[in-house]
Structure formats: structure tokens, C-alpha cells
């Protein structure tokens, strides 16, 4: 068993195959943490590995045959309850000032990657359709 820790989610072995060793698997773990709060690397590292080892039933010492972890000092924003009024706002406006917004920043919302792919192929189309249009 393979296995890397790498700050927050659980992949089982769902990665491209020259990335593990024949025979062998890879986890990744995402654990979030507050900006303001102390943490140590090492401790949530083992912490992982012990409690991935206990709910996927393998021996942590005897199996596990490489460990990195990589710490992303940004993750998530968390947002406030005024948030959904002021996006609208924004973008609103923006649009007023033939402006297209898209993506995880451009639409200011969490999204995963396919549907920020999508919202660039929306914009595209608006743009065709309002600016040029085709
Ligand atoms: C911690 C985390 C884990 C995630 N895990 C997953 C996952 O497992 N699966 C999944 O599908 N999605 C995941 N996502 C979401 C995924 O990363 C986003 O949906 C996707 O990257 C959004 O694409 P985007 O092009 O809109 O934005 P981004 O990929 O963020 O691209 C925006 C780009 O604009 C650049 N930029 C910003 N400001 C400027 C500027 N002023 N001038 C020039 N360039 C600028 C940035 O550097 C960046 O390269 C995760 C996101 C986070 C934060």
C-alpha cells in the first residue's frame, strides 16, 4: 500500500498508473485546517495515516511504503451571509459594463473543475451571441 497524505479528501487508488509502484495503491488525505488556529504538520500526518490504515483495514507500519504531504496555505473561503446579495450585485453589474464573468473567481462561488470549464464555455457563448452576434 502506497500512501500519501496531502493536506485535505480520500482517492483511493484513482490515479494516473506510472504514479505507484506495481502492486501498490495510493491514498491522499485533505485535512483543513483554520488560518488562526495552531496545527502541527507531523501530528495530522500520522493522525491520517492511523486513521486511514483503521477504516480501510491495513497495517500502517508494515504496508505502507512511502509518505509526503504538501501544506497549501489556502483553501477554502468561508463565506458570510451577506455574500449571495453582494455577488448578485457584482455581477450585475459587471454585465451592465459588458463584462462576462466565469469560473471558481469570476462567478465568486465554489465550483469543481468541470463546472468551471463549463461556465468558460457558457461565457463564450454569450459572449458570441451579445457582442459578436454570431
Ligand atoms: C483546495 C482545493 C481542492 C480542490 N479539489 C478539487 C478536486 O478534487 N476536483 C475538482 O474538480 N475541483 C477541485 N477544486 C476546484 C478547482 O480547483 C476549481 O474548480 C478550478 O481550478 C477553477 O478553475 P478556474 O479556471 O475558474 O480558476 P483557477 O484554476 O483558480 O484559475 C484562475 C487563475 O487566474 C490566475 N489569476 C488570479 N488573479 C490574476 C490576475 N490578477 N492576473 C492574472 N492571473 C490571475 C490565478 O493565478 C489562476 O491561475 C479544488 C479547489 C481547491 C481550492
Do not use: C
Not at 94 to 111: D, E, H, P, T, V
Amino acid at each position: 500500500m502506497k500512501t500519501l497524505t496531502d493536506g485535505a479528501g480520500f482517492l483511493g487508488d484513482n490515479l494516473a498508473p506510472t504514479s505507484v509502484e506495481d502492486g501498490t495503491s495510493a491514498l491522499q488525505a485533505e485535512i483543513f485546517r483554520r488560518d488562526d488556529e495552531a496545527w502541527d504538520v507531523n501530528a495530522l500526518t500520522d493522525k491520517a495515516v492511523k486513521e486511514m490504515a483503521r477504516l480501510l483495514w491495513f497495517d500502517a507500519e508494515r504496508e505502507r511504503v512511502s509518505l509526503s504531504h504538501f501544506v497549501a496555505p489556502y483553501a477554502y473561503p468561508i463565506s458570510d451571509l451577506h455574500r449571495e446579495a453582494a455577488v448578485t450585485h457584482i455581477l450585475s453589474w459587471l454585465r451592465k459594463q459588458n463584462i462576462f464573468s466565469m469560473g471558481l473567481y469570476g462567478k465568486w462561488r465554489y465550483m469543481w473543475s468541470d463546472i468551471a470549464y463549463y461556465s468558460g464555455a457558457e461565457a463564450t457563448e454569450e459572449i458570441r451571441e451579445q457582442v459578436y452576434h454570431e
